[in-house]
């Protein structure tokens, strides 16, 4: 559980109680909306339940506002055509570290646009679409170890959170 899951927990938890104690104190006097409308508009509130209001409703803002931090640029770029091979990948948030890592970086097929994997089984070292379309393996290692360089070059103002894979 991360801490904002903690503290919306919190504020749900103090909220929902408060609204109980709310609803239970002005229980007998709901005879109907317009009824309970005039009776909050004209109740005499402790302080203490109205600070209560206040400083919840601003703890959940603050946290609602603090929650969506700007995203690097560099998630929106998953994928990049390289030397003429297209090749994709997805970012992770390591909860850990706090760093982004590169996952699934896998070449695309030239020929069909399937993903290119190795078969460890197979005896050509290449890596296969499931169309039968392959590239060398060396010359695909390569390639993708250049594009990691360029990826690296390109986001160098973000090196202190991105993990690349080793090739």
């Given at each position: ?12 938890g103090v909220a929902g ?11 007998e006097k709901w005879d ?110 390569s390639l993708k170890r ?22």
């Open positions: 559980m991360t801490k904002r899951e903690l503290y919306i927990g919190t504020i749900t109680n408060f609204v109980y104690a709310l609803i239970e104190a002005l229980g109907g909306l317009w009824v309970f409308l005039k009776n909050v508009i004209t109740a005499q509130i402790p302080l203490w339940y109205f600070l209560v209001v206040v400083a919840t409703a601003c703890l959940i803002v603050f946290l609602m506002l603090r929650g969506k931090k700007k995203q690097p640029a560099f998630l929106m770029h998953t994928e990049e055509e390289y030397m003429g091979y297209k090749f994709q990948w997805v970012w992770k948030l390591n909860e850990e570290t706090g760093h982004y890592e590169m996952n699934d970086f896998w070449p695309i097929c030239p020929q069909c646009g399937l993903q290119l994997r190795v078969d460890q089984y197979d005896p050509i070292d290449a890596y296969h679409c499931t169309n039968g379309h392959y590239v060398e393996l060396d010359r695909m290692l250049d594009l990691l360089h360029k990826l690296q070059r390109d986001n160098n103002e973000y090196a202190s959170i991105i993990d690349y894979p080793d090739l």
